[in-house]
């Protein structure tokens, strides 16, 4: 993932266990824990991506508009 970003397993730990559904605890297995953690990276590398993208476009829609004047003082 570009600069480091990533959510790492101890995170998704700690909000299962205050994570509820409709007021009902519910105890996660390991492998649930584990599938949040690897979608949860998923969804950020996606999100990343696209935000970098966005940027680019942009960045290139404002060299579009550069506009160059010669001989003004």
Do not use: H
Not at 32 to 52: G, P
């Amino acid at each position: 993932m570009p600069l480091g970003f990533k959510v790492e397993k101890k995170e998704a730990e700690v909000f299962a266990k205050i994570w509820s559904d409709k007021g009902i605890a519910i105890l996660l297995p390991d492998s649930a824990i584990q599938f949040a953690t690897d979608f949860a990276n998923v969804v950020l590398r996606n999100f990343i991506d696209l935000c970098q993208q966005e940027a680019l476009q942009k960045q290139k829609l404002e060299k579009k508009k550069e506009i160059v004047l010669e001989g003004l003082d």
